[in-house]
C-alpha cells in the first residue's frame, strides 16, 4: 500500500512538472507570435491592412484563369494585390492551393489565406444534427465527432469552421434549432466546450484542426415568432445568464474566432452592437481572437434601418469591433476613406488585423500556408470505415426511446411478418440532415437498409406518403404535398397483414435549418392521417421519427405503443436505429429540448421563472390556458431506457452552506430492469428567492451511469457557490444568500428534492 501511494505521488508531481513545462512553453509560443505580429503589422500599408480585414466567397473557379465577368474580375485582383485576407467555400485540396498560391505568390508581404467553411455536423462522413447529438448527453461523443469532421475538413485544404453554434433557443418554429444544443445554458456551455476542444485539438498548429467559430453573437435563437433573422427584444438577465453562457464557455475553451448574428437586440443589430463585441467580448472576457461578421450582416444594417448607407455601416461594424467583414464588401470599399475622415480610427483597424493575423500563425499558416493542402491525405483520410464506425456509435447514443408501453421494444431479430412503411424509412439522403458539407447524395444507410440488415427477407416495405416535390436543396424552399392518399392502401394492406409496424414519420432535413422556419410543428403532408388510418388495423406500431426540431405529436404521443426520437443522424443512421430497434443497443439519450403538445404554447422550457399565479387553483385567475394544458408533451432532459432506474436516498452533506465551502449531494440510482442500461443523471437546482426572479429549475450537473440488471451505485455531485451565481438586480455575477431547493433525476419533471440554505 505504501509503495502504491508512493507511486501515485511520482506520478502526480512529474503531471504536475509537465503541465507547468507545458504552459511555459505555451507562454512563450504566444509571446513568439505576438512579436511576429507586432513585426507584421508594423510593414503594414493602410490598404493591405483592410484587405485581411476582407472576406470573399469563392464564387468562381480559382484553378481557372481570371473571370471574365466583372463582378469576380475584381474579387480576382483583390486577391491578387492584397486585398483579401480569407475565402469561405472554396472546395478541395486543389481549389483552395490554387486560391493560396494567388495570394501568397502575388501579394508584398505574401500573407496566406484562412479557408472557412460550414462544417456544422461533418464533412463527409456526417453525423447526427448538432441537436441530436446533444441528446446523447456524452461529451466525449460529441469531442470525438467534431475531432473526425476537423481532420476531414482539414485533409480537404480547410482550416477554418464556422461552427459551433452555440445559440440557445426555446423556439421550435425556429429552423436552425437544429443546428445548436437545445434549451439549456449549462447543457449547451458544457456542448460548446466539447465541440471546441474537438475542432481544435490541443495544438492549433497541428494539420489536422480547425479553428472553431461561436456562432452568432448573440441572442439570435430568441428571434420573434421563431422568423429567421427576425428582431430579438430580451432582457439584460435573460441575455447575461442564459444567452451568453456557452459564448463564454467557449472562450474559456480557447475557440479561435466568434461570428455575430443577422438580430438586432434593443434596436441595435449584433454586427454593430458595441456593448456585445468590444465591452463584453474582448473587455469583459479578455477573447483574443477575432470576429467575423455572418453573411453580408455589415450590409444588412441598412434595411435594419440602422445605417444610411454601406460606408455608415462599415463605420458602425468596424467600431463596434466587427473585424472581418463576410461577403458585404463594405470594408474594403470604404475603410480607408473612413479612416482619412476621421471617422474610423487606425488603431481600430489594427486591433481589428492583428488578431486576425494571430490567428493565422497560429494555425501555423505563415510557417507553410500550404500545410493543409496534400491531395494524398485528402484522399485517403476522408469516410473512412474508422470513422463510419464512429458515426454509427454517435448516431445511435443520440437515439430517444420516448415511449414504450408493453415492451414493444426491443424486437426479436426473429421477427417475422414485420412491415417498414414511410417515405423517411427508405430514404438515404433526409438522413444526411442540413448543412452537410460535402457528404454525397443518398449516401446514408436508410432505415429500411438497417433493418434488412437484420431481418433479411422477413420484412417488407411500403411508401404510404410522398412527403415533398420538386427542389430540394440547401437554397430553395421545400414543396410539401399537402394532400395524397394513392399510396395509402397498399401500406394499409401491409399494415393489416403484419405482426409490427415500423411507421417512419417526421421531416425532411430542408425544413429545418437557416431560413426554414415553420409555423406548424406537426407532422406536414399526409403523415399524420396515414398514421391514424395504419392504427385502425394494426396497433402494434413503433413509430421513427425523422426531425430536425421538437415537434407536436400529441395524438401519436397519446395512442401509439412506441415511439423514438431519431432526428437526422447521419450517415450510419439506419444501421444505428437497427440497433437499438432489435436491442443491440440499449437507448440512452435524453431530450435537450422540450417537445410542445402544441405551437401555441412556444415558448415553452423547463427553466422558466414563476409567476405571482403559478396554480392551478380552482377558480381561473392563475397563469394558464383554458384549452390546453401548461405541461409539455415531453419534458427536457426526458428519456427511457429498456431498462429501468430507480432513485433513492438522496441527501445533501449539510442542511447549511457556507460561501466558500462545497456541498456534496448524493443519492443512489439502482437498475431495477432485466438488462443492462445507461442512465443520464441530472442535477437541478431552485433559488426559491434573490434580487431578481429566479427559474423553477436550473440544470446543474449530469452524470451518464452505466448499470448491470441489479445493480446499485452511489452517485454523488459538488455544489459550489460559483454553481449557484448569477447576474443579479446590481449587474454582478455572484450567489446570493438564501434557500434552496436540490433535484436529483432521469428529467426536469421525474425528480426527488431536498433543500439547504446558502449562508
Not at 253 to 282: E, S, W, Y
Not at 521 to 532: M, N, R
Request: hydrophobic share 40%; charged share 25%.
Amino acid at each position: 500500500m505504501k509503495f502504491f501511494k508512493t507511486i501515485v505521488f511520482v506520478l502526480c508531481t512529474l503531471a504536475f512538472f509537465q503541465n507547468s513545462i507545458n504552459a511555459q512553453m505555451n507562454a512563450k509560443k504566444d509571446a513568439e507570435i505576438e512579436q511576429k505580429v507586432e513585426k507584421l503589422l508594423s510593414q503594414m500599408t493602410l490598404e493591405e491592412k483592410i484587405g485581411q480585414m476582407n472576406q470573399y466567397n469563392g464564387s468562381w473557379d480559382v484553378t481557372g484563369p481570371m473571370p471574365g465577368d466583372d463582378y469576380n474580375k475584381i474579387r480576382y485582383q483583390h486577391l491578387t494585390n492584397g486585398q483579401v485576407g480569407s475565402m469561405l467555400n472554396v472546395i478541395s485540396v486543389k481549389s483552395i492551393k490554387e486560391a493560396q498560391k494567388l495570394a501568397v505568390e502575388n501579394t508584398r508581404l505574401k500573407i496566406p489565406l484562412i479557408f472557412g467553411h460550414d462544417v456544422i455536423h461533418g464533412y463527409q462522413t456526417m453525423f447526427p444534427i448538432p441537436l441530436g447529438e446533444s441528446a446523447s448527453w456524452d461529451l466525449e461523443a460529441i469531442v470525438q465527432s467534431a475531432r473526425v469532421a476537423a481532420t476531414e475538413a482539414a485533409a480537404g485544404g480547410l482550416n477554418w469552421t464556422f461552427a459551433p453554434m452555440v445559440d440557445i433557443s426555446r423556439d421550435a418554429r425556429w429552423g436552425r434549432v437544429m443546428e445548436g444544443a437545445g434549451e439549456d445554458p449549462y447543457l449547451g456551455s458544457q456542448i460548446a466546450k466539447a465541440r471546441v476542444l474537438g475542432f481544435q485539438g490541443s495544438d492549433l498548429s497541428a494539420n489536422n484542426t480547425l479553428a472553431a467559430c461561436a456562432k452568432h453573437f448573440a441572442g439570435y435563437g430568441f428571434a420573434e415568432g421563431g422568423r429567421d433573422y427576425n428582431s430579438t427584444d430580451m432582457s439584460i438577465a435573460t441575455l447575461r445568464n442564459v444567452i451568453l453562457p456557452p459564448f463564454k464557455a467557449c472562450v474559456d475553451a480557447g475557440v479561435a474566432t466568434f461570428m455575430n448574428g443577422f438580430n438586432d437586440i434593443g434596436g441595435i443589430p449584433a454586427t454593430g452592437h458595441t456593448d456585445l463585441q468590444r465591452t463584453i467580448l474582448k473587455g469583459e472576457w479578455e477573447f483574443d481572437g477575432f470576429v467575423v461578421s455572418d453573411w453580408g450582416s455589415i450590409g444588412e444594417m441598412i434595411p435594419h434601418g440602422y445605417a444610411k448607407d454601406k460606408k455608415h455601416a462599415a463605420e458602425l461594424a468596424v467600431n463596434a469591433g466587427s473585424d472581418m467583414d463576410m461577403e458585404a464588401s463594405a470594408y474594403v470599399e470604404n475603410l480607408k476613406a473612413l479612416v482619412e475622415e476621421d471617422k474610423v480610427r487606425e488603431l481600430a483597424i489594427d486591433d481589428a488585423v492583428r488578431r486576425i493575423l494571430r490567428i493565422k500563425f497560429r494555425l501555423g499558416l505563415f510557417d507553410d500556408p500550404y500545410k493543409y493542402c496534400d491531395e494524398e491525405r485528402e484522399k485517403n483520410s476522408i469516410l473512412t470505415p474508422k470513422n463510419l464506425a464512429i458515426a454509427r456509435d454517435v448516431a445511435r447514443k443520440s437515439i430517444v426511446l420516448l415511449k414504450n408501453e408493453k415492451e414493444v421494444l426491443p424486437l426479436k431479430k426473429e421477427a417475422k411478418n414485420v412491415a417498414v412503411i414511410g417515405a423517411l424509412a427508405n430514404d438515404k439522403d433526409v438522413p444526411l440532415g442540413n448543412w452537410r458539407s460535402q457528404a454525397k447524395t443518398n449516401s446514408a444507410v436508410s432505415l429500411l437498409e438497417g433493418i434488412q440488415t437484420v431481418l433479411g427477407e422477413n420484412v417488407k416495405y411500403a411508401q404510404g406518403y410522398t412527403l415533398t416535390k420538386g427542389k430540394r436543396n440547401f437554397l430553395n424552399e421545400l414543396t410539401i404535398i399537402e394532400e395524397d392518399e394513392s399510396k395509402f392502401e397498399e401500406a394499409i394492406n401491409l399494415a393489416k397483414s403484419s405482426d409490427v409496424v415500423i411507421l417512419a414519420v417526421g421531416e425532411d432535413c430542408y425544413q429545418s435549418g437557416e431560413g426554414r422556419s415553420q409555423a406548424d410543428i406537426g407532422l406536414l403532408g399526409s403523415q399524420q392521417k396515414l398514421v391514424e388510418e395504419i392504427y385502425k388495423v394494426n396497433k402494434n406500431i413503433v413509430i421513427v421519427l425523422m426531425n430536425g426540431r421538437p415537434l407536436a405529436i400529441p395524438w401519436i404521443a397519446d395512442n401509439v405503443p412506441a415511439i423514438l426520437e431519431t432526428w437526422h443522424l447521419g450517415s450510419e443512421a439506419g444501421n444505428a436505429i437497427a440497433d437499438v430497434l432489435f436491442g443491440d443497443y440499449n437507448p440512452s439519450g435524453k431530450l435537450p429540448v422540450t417537445f410542445p403538445r402544441s405551437a401555441a404554447q412556444i415558448p415553452l422550457y423547463y427553466n422558466h421563472r414563476n409567476t405571482g399565479r403559478p396554480g392551478p387553483v380552482e377558480m381561473v385567475f392563475w397563469a394558464h390556458y383554458t384549452d390546453e394544458t401548461n405541461d409539455p408533451l415531453y419534458p427536457f432532459g426526458y428519456g427511457l431506457s429498456y431498462a429501468d432506474f430507480e432513485y433513492s436516498n438522496l441527501k445533501v452533506s449539510s442542511p447549511e452552506m457556507k460561501m466558500e465551502d462545497e456541498l456534496q449531494v448524493t443519492c443512489t440510482l439502482k437498475n431495477t430492469g432485466k438488462v443492462a442500461g445507461t442512465e443520464v443523471v441530472q442535477l437541478y437546482i431552485q433559488d426559491l428567492f434573490g434580487s431578481i426572479t429566479r427559474p423553477i429549475k436550473e440544470l446543474k450537473g449530469f452524470q451518464k451511469v452505466t448499470l448491470n440488471a441489479g445493480e446499485s451505485k452511489d452517485i454523488t455531485f459538488v455544489l459550489r457557490s460559483k454553481d449557484l451565481a448569477f447576474y443579479g438586480a446590481d449587474g454582478s455575477f455572484k450567489a446570493e444568500e438564501g434557500d434552496f431547493k436540490v433535484f436529483v433525476g432521469g428529467n426536469s419533471v421525474d425528480l426527488k428534492e431536498t433543500n439547504f440554505t446558502l449562508k
